[in-house]
């Protein structure tokens, strides 16, 4: 585990008294609470280890656990980078609390944020479960609404203890943890990037609640049991227009050259563009895949290319973000820079006039040899869908196979 250098952090959002110099976070087992909206705490457990005057932090999320390595300390004021995405926790602390705040610059949020030492429970119970809602649950967010959408929700209860996912069009809502409290649910995650917060009530047959993101975001969704659901084929939701029939860009790269499909490290190969941007959680999952899928492969016919929408204000903070990802996941595949300022997809869309529309982050362009698109999958469904992400893996390298072979 390499070793991280101290630096002195920018000044602090929150000041707290009675906290000691010259101190270190205790060892072991943290439950950090970050606050969202209606008087609703979102839980997650972490924990400290301190090694070599160093500390590190492993965040937990069901079967997920996220290393931080970059924790910065000057006398008692605390700023922890998250992993990748540009978000973090600054603060004071003692050895048994921390007290601050949750940060992401480019959108302007800031969330309230306090950890405790010693607790290992994501949520506290008072009563004993009345419900099992294990299996699949067919799931409307933001019902009767122009912005409804469809979600599959995937859960696994036992006794108390819930984790899960919900699934869209666009990708799946992360690693989910929580508990049944009688007939309540809650379910957490968080990232770094996104701060996931779910509360129902529930029937044997059916489920109402809220979606709470961060504290600037909320909406109410109605879900019914239904193990026969699925959502529509990803590889379906979005094509080239009529009278196109190839994709077409020009974006810079780092040191500001311009890439094309019809540059020479193209020509002749099979080619996948990856639409995504470095503060998209599903993206990253991709970003992984991809990774791991080119060095088992090593194929020289094969070409990724990402085309990275951010959000950060100026083109200089994007590259510095794209950097980053690349250098914390090992990304050996350029990644231009197709838009800074905004994640808008309609805006996204003006850069792509030959797709039909944007609809997600991550979308993902296959391209044969001969410059023909392929197919367009849709969104990510990541780790945290078991079975749906197995299924992927094996499709995605036959069809890949198949493109390599012609």
């Known amino acids: 585990m390499k070793f991280i250098k101290f630096l002195v952090p920018v000044s602090f959002l929150f000041l707290s008294c009675n906290f000691g110099k010259d101190i270190q976070l205790s060892d072991g087992i943290w439950l950090g609470q970050l606050d969202v909206m209606d008087h609703e705490t979102l839980p997650f457990n972490f924990r400290v280890a301190v090694i070599d005057g160093n500390h590190r932090m492993e965040i937990y999320n069901a079967d997920e656990i996220i290393e931080v390595d970059e924790i910065e300390i000057k006398n008692d004021s605390i700023k922890i980078k998250l992993p990748v995405f540009e978000g973090y926790i600054l603060g004071r602390f003692s050895e048994t609390e921390i007290k601050g705040s949750f940060i992401k610059e480019s959108v302007e949020r800031t969330v309230p944020f306090t950890a405790i030492f010693g607790e290992n429970r994501r949520f506290k119970t008072t009563k004993t479960p009345s419900k099992n809602i294990s299996g699949v ?32 069009t666009t990708g799946d809502y992360r690693f989910l943890d929580g508990a049944m409290d009688g007939d309540s649910i809650k379910l957490s995650t968080f990232d770094g990037a996104h701060a996931f917060l779910f509360t129902a009530h529930v029937t044997d047959s059916s489920m109402m609640g809220t979606f709470y993101s961060g504290n600037h975001f909320k909406e109410p969704f109605e879900a019914r049991r239904n193990g026969n659901f699925e959502l529509p084929d990803a590889d379906s939701l979005t094509y080239l227009k009529k009278g196109f029939d190839k994709l077409a860009f020009s974006f810079p790269d780092e040191k500001q050259h311009r890439v094309s499909l019809e540059d020479k490290q193209f020509k002749d190969k099979v080619v996948i563009v990856q639409i995504m941007g470095t503060w998209c959680p599903n993206c990253l999952d991709e970003t ?43 990304v050996s595949y350029p990644i231009l820079l197709a838009q800074h300022g905004t994640s808008d997809k309609s805006t996204a869309h003006e850069k792509l006039p030959m797709l039909d529309h944007i609809l997600s982050y991550p979308t993902t362009i296959f391209i044969d040899k001969k410059g023909a698109v392929r197919k367009i999958h849709t969104g990510f469904n990541g780790p945290a869908t078991g079975n749906t992400y197995m299924t992927f893996k094996r499709e995605f390298g036959g069809f890949v196979d198949q493109l390599l072979a012609e």
Do not use: C, H
């Open 137 to 168: 649950w067919e799931t409307n967010f933001s019902p009767n609404t122009d912005s409804s959408y469809m979600a599959k929700g995937i859960f696994k209860q036992n006794g108390s203890k819930l984790t899960g996912t919900y699934r869209t």
């Open 288 to 330: 992984k895949f991809l990774v791991k899928y080119l060095k088992q492969r090593n194929n020289p016919d094969l070409k990724v290319v990402g085309l990275a929408f951010e959000t950060s204000k100026t083109a200089e903070n994007a590259f510095k973000a794209i950097n980053r990802l690349k250098e914390r996941i090992g």
